[in-house]
């Protein structure tokens, strides 16, 4: 994980030295993107506290918190 995050912070940097923005959208979908439990198609995680975890670990990298 901490390569393709590497990978991230140097892509938005470089963006930043002629942007003010930079969106990223994580890939956390439902179900059936998201993996789900054989049988039930129950996701084997929470796709909003995936999504939370990602912005926290990116602002924390690009030390926006």
């Known amino acids: 994980m901490d390569r393709h995050l590497a990978i991230w912070e140097e ?9 003010d923005t930079f969106t990223l959208t994580t890939e956390f979908d439902p179900a059936t ?4 439990l054989p049988h039930t198609r129950v996701p084997v995680a ?9 912005m926290k670990i990116i602002k924390e990298r690009l030390g926006l918190q």
């Not at 993107?33 to 789900?36: D, E, I, K, W």
């Open 11 to 19: 892509v938005i940097r470089n963006h930043w030295k002629t942007n």
């Open 33 to 36: 993107y998201m993996p789900t």
């Open 46 to 54: 929470d796709q909003w506290k995936a999504n939370l975890y990602m």
